[in-house]
Every structure is written in C-alpha cells, then in structure tokens.
C-alpha cells in the first residue's frame, strides 16, 4: 500500500503562493493517476487537479490559471504550485493516489488564505 504524506500548507495573503509537496512511500510502479483534492469548513471535499500516468493534467475551472500540478517520478512526490490565491482556497488539501491495486489519501494540510 502507498502512504501518502503532505506538507507545505500554511498562512498566506491573497494574491501570494504555497507549494504543496506529497510523497509517495511506498510502490508506485502501478499508478494511474495522482491528484489533489481540498475540503473548506462544512464544505464537501472536492477535486482540484490530477496528472494520469501519461501525463494527462487537468483542473477544476476555478483554480485554472492559478495552479499547477506536477510531478517529479525520480523523488516519487507531487507537488501543486499556488499562484494568485484566494480567500475562497483556504481549505485542507489533501492529495491522492490511485493505482491498479488500489489507492490511498493523505492525512491532509491546512492552508489558509486571508484577505
């Protein structure tokens, strides 16, 4: 099983950035697809960006412009580059794994972004 693990949250004004960086401990020879997902207070969690196996990227629209997702394979760790931020990203952002034989979450990181 992969564990997932998650840093780089923190404070920060609007219009400012956070890297997040998620490593992967564990096999990942097996993945289809890794992505991030956030869940803001009595919010449900929702999808943000995913990169597939063949590169494939894509984003939920209100973050396209404004966020990155990439992945360096050689460290096994995902990271999602926040540009622009808004109040309205402030949320626990968690990242995912999803691979042919199964799939797991990270334990999440809180950022937050004050107007």
């Known amino acids: 099983q992969v564990q997932l693990v998650e840093s780089g949250g923190g404070l920060v004004q609007a219009g400012g950035s956070l890297r997040l960086s998620c490593a992967a401990i564990?096999?990942?020879?097996?993945?289809?697809?890794m992505a991030w997902y956030r869940q803001a207070p009595g919010k449900q969690r929702e999808f943000v960006a995913v990169?597939?196996?063949?590169?494939?990227?894509n984003y939920v629209d209100s973050v396209k412009g404004r966020f990155t997702i990439s992945i360096d394979n050689a460290k096994n760790t995902l990271y999602l580059q926040m540009d622009n931020m808004k109040p309205e990203d402030t949320a626990v952002y968690y990242c995912?794994?999803?691979?042919?034989?199964?799939?797991?979450w990270g334990q999440g990181t809180q950022v937050t972004v004050s107007s």
């Open positions: 990169i597939t196996n063949d590169g494939l990227i």
């Open positions: 564990g096999n990942i020879s097996s993945m289809d697809a």
């Open positions: 995912a794994y999803q691979g042919r034989l199964g799939g797991s």
